[in-house]
């Protein structure tokens, strides 16, 4: 029987369908990882979302074939090492794309009505409705960097709001952009051009530090920028940059750590909240299903379609 580790906040739905399919699944999201790792040392296969999986994390289980993320990035896994010991890394590409999409609009809403602020000076009393003159984000036009699951999700709402829709996206074809009423444009075009501007890239060699001070130039008196894809794809002192010569407006749900602790980009970000693109009941359930389902194919199948470190 195959042992199936899952040390994080996964929806039950994972464990009860590898517990049917006839693996044994620990799922302890208390004990510390490592510690929980070498109690269970026979596992083949583990389930994490945030969770940082190092070489020390995988030397302690030495019979481990895959590693799951659930959900899409996977920037928290060491998948050179894993390859190295021959263990393919798995994510689920998509299980978190709605939920990230609707976050999107929620910061933008509240960047542009003022809500958070807002909210905070109502219930202390006040009455500011002048100081809180906001803008509609209907007819406006948005820029997409990144034209993947999320991206289209969010061209796909940004049409109930009649918003012009322009994308960068070095991969996807304007015959797939089409379906989704997007024109693609470069970045410079689209910092050019938006009203708002929705970040959806990994962090790699050749994003870091892709959005600074050359595009930012670019932009509209008062762009609203929102990253709710990775930290360092923006160079924090050009944002704040930004700001103060151009009114720039920053929401911003990722950080250096997903830790608790001050967080350098507070005296620019408008809007900033934990990372909780992903943390809906509904896409924990449907990404914690995915991975159970795609471990099960991974084994009884040889399913490698997910696999993000092939050599």
């Not at 999409?101 to 000076?121: G, K, T």
């Not at 952009?177 to 962090?203: M, N, Q, R, W």
């Not at 911003?252 to 970000?269: L, M, Q, R, W």
Request: hydrophobic share 45%; charged share 25%; proline share 3%.
């Amino acid at each position: 029987m195959k042992k199936v580790l899952i040390p994080t906040k996964l929806d039950k739905v994972a464990a009860t369908y590898l517990t049917e399919k006839g693996y044994a699944v620990v799922q302890d999201s208390e004990t510390d990882l490592l510690t929980l790792c070498q109690a269970n040392v026979d596992a083949e296969a583990i389930i994490v979302r945030s969770e940082k999986v190092t070489p020390e994390i995988i030397d302690a289980l030495p019979q481990l074939k895959t590693i799951v993320r659930a959900g899409a990035g996977f920037n928290t896994i060491d998948i050179k090492y894993a390859r190295s010991k021959n263990i393919d890394v798995m994510n689920t590409p998509g299980a978190n794309a709605n939920a990230v999409a609707e976050e999107v609009f929620a910061m933008m809403l509240c960047a542009s009505r003022h809500i958070v602020e807002a909210d905070i000076d109502t219930r202390a009393g006040g009455w500011n409705k002048k100081a809180f003159m906001g803008h509609e984000i209907t007819g406006k036009t948005l820029g997409i960097v990144g034209l993947g699951n999320i991206g289209q999700l969010v061209a796909k709402h940004a049409k109930g709001f009649d918003m012009e829709l322009l994308a960068f996206d070095p991969i996807v074809p304007q015959s797939k952009a089409d379906e989704f009423g997007v024109k693609l444009v470069s970045l410079e075009e689209i910092f050019a051009k938006c009203d708002y501007i929705t970040l959806h890239i990994p962090e790699n060699d050749a994003t870091r530090g892709l959005i600074s001070e050359k595009l930012l130039k670019l932009a509209k008196k008062g762009l609203v920028l929102i990253n709710c894809a990775r930290a360092g794809i923006v160079v924090e002192d050009d944002l704040r940059a930004a700001k103060a010569n151009n009114g720039l407006v920053y929401c911003n749900d990722v950080y250096a750590a997903d830790a608790e602790g001050p967080k350098s980009i507070a005296d620019v970000a408008k809007v900033m909240v934990p990372h909780l693109g992903a943390n809906t009941y509904e896409a924990n359930f449907t990404a914690a299903k995915r991975a159970g389902e795609q471990i099960v194919e991974y084994f009884e199948q040889g399913v490698t379609r997910y696999v993000v470190n092939k050599a």
